[in-house]
């Protein structure tokens, strides 16, 4: 306990403490309290600011209003993690015991075999250079907070003592009074004093795309939603305002994003757990092996030093080294490829997580929708009717040639300040980029796509109707008017035309009459087209679109003739007794591939959860639009509506579909989330905060999901941190967001994700597959060795050629099994379950040790025999042979026939023997790489169309003649030339290691989970 009663917390308590309080929603009352207790809490004044003095007192006592930096990690220490972590450890436990071995028999022999030497020595260096190429792949700064900085506004003005200076945004501190105007990035945290036309791009923090108006009142509880707060580094739009700081830097709500971004760590990916346990695989094996032949040695007589060497050679002997070179080149390869389909991978372990995917939290705006808003349905003449949404494809079922509908599309385009940018002659009409607002951009696109039906085009079209004044649109009055001249030489050339949109309830308010079949007809406030009006209106706004309503009406010339001067301050015309034209609802449509994307992560057994800040209405029906929600499905609203009951009567636990507001997930515990995430397959949170974006993923995390969280904005980058795999927007995300991910979508298309995932998954196939191939020829490389111990026959394989295998023969057929295409099934298979579905498990060490690694041993000791009896050594003459075969100063050694051997020829001999075994290993691996190609299908149905592999097969060969037959091998490396026949008693075993495994693999298509597959399916 401390001196005041607090129980004092450890570094990790602390640690945890800070996280847990970071998580915790924004709980704030500023929006709140009068002003009066605001000044007096801030010692400000709201009409002169801070005093010089105050300033300097508080400026003082709070520091810069900047953001903390986090600490980084050195570019050393992640070098480092490259170089010794992983599988490198066992390589780096393999070098040293080789230099530990040699040691010994240096201080044994005179001169001793420098095998052990080499062997350290190479294995040194491809530690070296794989972590080297893997440091290289993945040189990343982790710098955060730099694209945190990058946010902060240079400058900002503000009021002091009555006197209002520019500063630098460092120097605000808390109740400093600023002036901020459309264009700006706010300095801090601000509460607003009094505003004009003011609104900001929250985009940034909640994933809003229209700007929020911003007013002096308090309108909502929840901070984020009120009117009169506006938050550091987000946009002004338009508009200006008065406001006072209440927060700076780290304790600003987007400096408390910042801190839980940089704060989260970030867990081992699977790939690397999986690695973790074929290490402990590997190691149980070679230390088991290791120990028992240690023991049997010293059983059979071996003096203690050389029961050391034994036990260090069998260890040795059980590193694939070529192993750590083959994962980092295939999760390479795979990169480069998902590259190439717009999936930039920052993290080389990250391919493989987006495999093993079980849910896939997704944001809404930019991803599964086109970021766009565009004009979805119009209403007219009674009837809902389709606009265009996707570019080059022709939906719109309104036609300008009816004379509503051409009122309609007049209105769209004059009461509409938005303009296309110059420069775009080229794009599609839906791509162009615009000046204005997103709905006002919106209207523009699809009222130019009917003028041009007409021949004509919104420009020209506004030219001939000059407007004469304008009422901005407000959110107080939810309207805005304009009125135009009519042209020359037309029906009402002599009257002034006023044109109004706004919300559809206000602007039904203002009308007596409505336009149909382009005739006017009035329209009392308990007419039937009033009823019309309003199942429409619901119709659209429960599709989540964005509904404005249309009107208008021709003043009459003589009260307000041409020259007549309009006054938008003191109106001077009338805003009442309009005529009702139409609706327009927008929204911002999915993308073209996404409903089919989607339906693949299903059936792919992925579930897929739209995380968003947009409305629930909204959000449900991009939900149900993309397939989110299935057709069949529904919520507790769609029951209710339904039974025509309330909400609060229908039992949750009986829908499938949920969609959760975020005050709702508020006010949840963790057992009661964990209970939603479990008992429903379909889920949409809407307003959901950065905080619960993280809660949302740690639940999944809690259920044993493996998650994939996609965003763009800054208020993701805590969900992307902490995800196991992070997926940012390439185009429209923000720097912060593309530095907390692992992974970057290049075209912001949900539909990239799927295609990572089947990559994912190909990549786990095929990783299996090298291992399964290079795991195979450790058993004919460590049981010479134990012969030679257990039997003393002389050494049938030697260290040279045991690594001329791992590193050269068998390197390029283990890579080649990368570009394996995929089996047909992978996509339809459920996730891999981490726990069960391991990269490497007993029966993939079974099927390669026990099985196919034996046959290849018995092909090996075969020609190791036939050459040893053709020189006169039958097998059981060599039968307790080794320390007379291998003393140096012993020159006759007798065969089967009697002839005495020399030291020297008996050792040509032993090499000749080497390279036979070499080269027979070689022969059963060809069998072996076409066996690996595929865990369940034939090779006939596989086909042999991986050229990679195929000449694979060809430069192994070729490599293993060019050992043997290079003149001056046989003294460098000890690798001597071989009679032509000895190459082929290797074959039938070959030919016997291929027949056994399609047969293998015909019983597990035959008879699906039989003792076939449980003890051999890998």
């Known amino acids: 306990m401390g001196k005041d009663g607090f129980k004092k917390l450890n570094k990790k308590e602390k640690k945890t403490e800070d996280l847990d309080d970071l998580k915790k929603e924004m709980d704030m009352d500023w929006h709140r309290i009068s002003w009066e207790e605001v000044c007096t809490r801030l010692e400000t004044n709201v009409e002169t600011g801070l005093t010089q003095e105050k300033y300097e007192e508080i400026f003082a006592r709070e520091g810069p209003n900047c953001l903390t930096p986090p600490k980084t990690t050195p570019e050393w220490i992640k070098f480092c993690k490259q170089l010794f972590g992983g599988f490198s450890t066992l390589l780096w436990i393999g070098a040293i015991l080789c230099f530990f071995a040699y040691g010994i028999q240096s201080s044994k022999y005179v001169d001793p075999a420098e095998d052990n030497l080499y062997l350290g020595a190479v294995l040194t260096f491809v530690v070296v250079v794989t972590g080297i190429f893997a440091y290289y792949q993945e040189a990343k700064s982790a710098a955060i907070m730099d694209s945190f900085k990058k946010m902060v506004p240079q400058e900002a003005t503000v009021v002091r003592g009555g006197e209002t200076t520019i500063v630098n945004a460092e120097l605000i501190t808390l109740g400093d009074l600023i002036e901020v105007k459309g264009g700006d990035k706010l300095p801090a945290d601000i509460r607003i004093v009094n505003c004009s036309g003011f609104k900001v791009d929250n985009s940034s923090l909640t994933g809003e795309s229209e700007p929020q108006s911003r007013g002096s009142e308090c309108t909502d509880d929840n901070p984020i939603e009120t009117k009169n707060l506006a938050f550091f580094s987000t946009n002004a739009v338009e508009g200006a305002a008065r406001a006072v700081v209440i ?59 050389e029961a050391v060497v034994f036990l260090i050679g069998i260890i040795v002997a059980n590193v694939p080294e070529g192993l750590l070179a083959t994962v980092t080149v295939c999760l390479t390869l795979t990169a480069k490829r998902m590259a190439k389909k717009n999936c ?24 599964l929708t086109q970021n766009r808003m565009t004009v979805a349905h119009v209403w007219y003449d009674m009837k809902i009717l389709k606009g265009d949404t996707v570019p080059g494809k022709k939906d719109r079922e309104f036609d300008i ?127 039937e087209d009033r009823a019309k009006f309003n199942a429409a209106y619901m119709e659209l706004g429960g599709m989540g679109e964005r509904v404005l309503g249309f009107c208008h009406t021709y ?35 999915p993308r073209a591939n996404v409903p089919e994307a989607v339906a693949k992560c299903k059936s792919a057994g992925i579930k897929v959860i739209m ?45 499938n579909a949920a969609v959760l507001h975020g005050s709702k997930l508020k006010e949840m515990s963790a057992e009661e989330l964990d209970h939603l995430l479990e008992n429903h397959q379909e889920i ?32 993701d980058s805590p969900a992307l941190k902490k995800a196991d795999i992070g997926i940012a927007m390439g185009i429209a995300g923000s720097d912060v967001s593309k530095e907390a991910a692992d992974m970057i979508l290049l075209d912001d298309n949900f539909a990239s994700i799927v295609t990572g995932v089947e990559e994912g998954r190909l990549i786990f196939d095929n990783l299996k597959k090298s291992i399964a191939y290079t795991l195979t020829s450790n058993i004919p ?114 065969d089967s026939y009697g002839q005495e051997w020399s030291y020297a020829d008996r050792k040509i001999l032993e090499y000749t023997c080497h390279s036979a075994f070499f080269v027979s290993i070689v022969i059963v691996q060809w069998a072996d790489v076409i066996i690996c190609k595929t865990r369940k299908l034939s090779v006939f149905t596989q086909g042999m169309n991986n050229w990679v592999l195929n000449t694979g097969i060809i430069f192994e060969t070729l ?45 597990l298509r035959k008879y699906p989970g039989g003792w076939v597959e449980k003890e051999t399916y890998y």
């Open 247 to 305: 927060s700076c830097g780290d304790n600003t709500v987007m400096g408390r994003i910042a801190s839980l971004a940089s704060s989260l760590g970030s867990d081992q990916t699977p790939i690397a757990i999986e690695i973790e346990h074929f290490i402990h695989i590997v190691s149980g094996v070679a230390v088991f092996l290791g120990v028992s032949f240690f023991i049997l040695a010293f059983i059979l007589g071996y003096e203690p030093i």
């Open 344 to 367: 930039l991978v920052k993290n080389l372990e990250a391919v493989e997580t987006l495999g093993s995917t079980s849910t896939i939290c997704s944001d809404k705006t930019g991803t």
């Open 401 to 527: 040639n009816e004379p509503t509908c051409a009122g309609l599309i007049r209105i769209a385009s004059l009461c509409n300040r938005a303009i296309f940018l110059s420069g775009q002659d080229d794009k599609d009409i839906l791509m162009k980029n615009c000046q204005g607002d997103a709905s006002e951009s919106a209207l523009l696109k699809a009222v130019e796509i009917a003028w041009n039906d007409a021949g004509t085009n919104t420009k020209d079209v506004r030219e001939k109707h000059k407007k004469v004044i304008e009422i901005p649109f407000n959110s107080t009055n939810k309207y805005q008017v304009s009125v135009h001249e009519m042209p020359a030489g037309g029906e009402h050339e002599d009257q002034h035309l006023l044109v109004m949109k706004g919300a559809p309830e206000r602007i039904l308010d203002r009308c007596t009459s409505i336009l149909i079949d382009g005739e006017i007809k009035d329209m009392p406030a308990d007419s």
């Open 555 to 589: 003043l009459d010339a003589k009260e307000y003739p041409k020259g007549y001067a309009f006054d938008n301050e003191n109106i001077n015309f009338p805003l009442e007794g309009l005529t009702f034209v139409g609706l327009m609802a927008m929204i911002d449509p």
């Open 611 to 655: 995380v968003t800040g947009d409305h629930p209405i909204t959000a449900a029906a991009i939900a149900k639009n993309v397939g989110i929600i299935s057709p069949e499905s529904k919520t507790v609203d769609d029951v209710a509506k339904d039974m025509g009951i309330p909400v609060e009567e229908v039992d949750p636990n009986q829908v």
């Open 684 to 715: 949409v949170f809407a307003r959901t905060s950065p905080q619960q974006k993280l809660i949302i993923v740690e639940a999944f995390q809690r259920a044993g999901q493996i998650v994939a969280v996609t965003g763009d904005g800054v208020n």
């Open 781 to 894: 490389e460590i049981s010479p060795f134990l012969f030679f111990i257990v039997l003393s026959i002389p050494l049938p394989l030697g260290t040279v050629t045991i690594l001329f295998i791992d590193l050269g023969t068998d390197l390029w057929p283990a890579i080649s099994l990368a570009y394996e295409k995929a089996e047909s099934d992978i996509m339809m298979r459920a996730p891999r379950d981490p726990l069960q579905d391991r990269l490497v498990n007993e029966r993939l060490i079974s099927v390669s040790y026990g099985q196919i690694g034996m046959i290849q041993a018995s092909a090996g000791f075969f020609v190791y025999f036939v050459i040893m009896a053709e020189n006169g050594f039958r097998p059981s003459k060599l039968l307790g042979i080794r320390k007379d075969w291998d003393n140096i100063h012993y020159e006759s050694v007798e």
């Open 959 to 1003: 490599l293993a003649a060019f050992m043997c037959y290079t003149p001056g091998l046989d003294k460098a490396l000890r690798v001597y030339p071989l009679l032509f026949w000895w190459w082929l008693p290797a074959l039938p075993f070959s030919l016997t290691i291929w027949l056994y495994d399609e047969g293998r693999r015909w019983l």
